[in-house]
């Protein structure tokens, strides 16, 4: 169940990007405070900090990182609640290097939203053609929702979570010192 439920994201993904319709010759405008307010739940930031944690990369440097990106884009100044954010907020992602194209982070660990903003053009340069593919996400929710929000469920009572979605560096801040393992997402 864990893999497969970014499979309809990552076949249309593979999909444009067989056309020539991906991210290749753009300056990664959707990761960038000029579009980006990808926010996560406990399950997403759960599996990146799994994927980081038995990859080695869940540093120090890293962890910096993240909260230099909360503190410049004030995103742990929310409003509303974690069910519903009144006010979501751009900010550049702490993934985004900058120097090569492309996330750090594979497929199978992106949150959904990522992986669903797809270039559609051949010459895509600035972002222009990208957008959200929203009947995919709808899709892919549809096929998992109760599994999701059973595991999403299970993890804010383990681990006192009050929140349902946050702005991912927010997420993963939340949930950075906890012990995660892929037992809790089964």
Excluded at 34 to 62: A, D
Excluded at 99 to 109: N, Q, V, Y
């Amino acid at each position: 169940m864990l893999k497969n439920r970014r499979e309809n994201l990552i076949t249309r993904m593979i999909q444009l990007s067989s056309e020539g319709q991906d991210c290749q010759n753009c300056p990664g405008t959707c990761c960038t405070f000029q579009s980006n307010s990808m926010m996560s739940t406990p399950l997403e930031t759960s599996e990146i900090l799994i994927w980081l944690h038995s990859t080695q990369q869940k540093t120090e440097s890293l962890k910096e990182k993240i909260q230099n990106t909360i503190s410049q884009y004030r995103l742990d100044q929310l409003t509303g609640y974690g069910r519903r954010s009144f006010l979501r907020r751009t900010y550049t992602c702490p993934f985004f290097n900058h120097k090569e194209l492309g996330c750090p982070l594979p497929p199978e660990k992106k949150p959904y939203g990522c992986l669903a903003f797809n270039a559609h053009h051949k010459v895509e340069k600035a972002g222009e053609f990208c957008f959200s593919e929203t009947e995919e996400l709808i899709r892919r929710e549809e096929d998992n929702q109760a599994w999701e929000a059973s595991i999403n469920e299970k993890l804010k009572l383990k681990h006192k979570l009050w929140w349902d979605k946050l702005p991912m560096p927010v997420a993963l801040i939340e949930m950075w010192n906890m012990d995660l393992s892929n037992e809790d997402l089964l």
